[in-house]
C-alpha cells in the first residue's frame, strides 16, 4: 500500500545501467532531508519498499513510525543509515540533474 511519495533529484553525478547505487550514492543529503506527507501509517520496524525510478526496489525496515498526515524525510530516521547504504542495481543510466519519483510502499 501506497504510504509517501516524493520526487528527488539526483544531484550527485551519473550512474550507469548495470551499476550497484544507493540512495546515499544518487540523492544528496539535501535532497534526502526533504519532507513529505504520510498517507497511511507506517509502524515502526515495518517492513518498506522504496520505488525508486530507475533503479530496483529496495527493501528495508522503517526506523521511526509515522501516522498519516505527519511530515517525514528519508534520511532523518525514517531509513536506517543502513538503508540509505543498501546497494541494489541501477536499471537505466541516470544523470546528475534528473527528476526521481520515490514511492514508500508499506
Not at 501516522?67 to 543498501?86: C, E, Q, T
Amino acid at each position: 500500500m501506497k504510504s509517501g511519495e516524493i520526487e528527488l533529484i539526483a544531484d550527485l553525478g551519473d550512474i550507469k545501467k548495470g551499476d550497484k547505487a544507493c540512495l546515499m550514492c544518487v540523492f544528496s543529503k539535501e535532497q534526502t532531508s526533504r519532507k513529505f506527507p504520510v498517507e497511511n501509517d507506517i509502524r515502526s520496524k515495518q517492513d518498506v519498499k522504496l520505488k525508486v525510478d530507475q533503479l530496483a526496489d529496495i527493501k528495508i525496515q522503517a526506523g521511526v513510525g509515522a501516522r498519516k498526515g505527519d511530515r517525514i524525510a528519508l534520511s532523518w530516521g525514517f531509513v536506517h543509515p543502513s538503508g540509505l547504504s543498501k546497494e541494489v542495481e541501477v536499471l537505466r543510466d541516470i544523470h546528475k540533474g534528473d527528476k526521481l519519483k520515490v514511492v514508500i510502499d508499506a
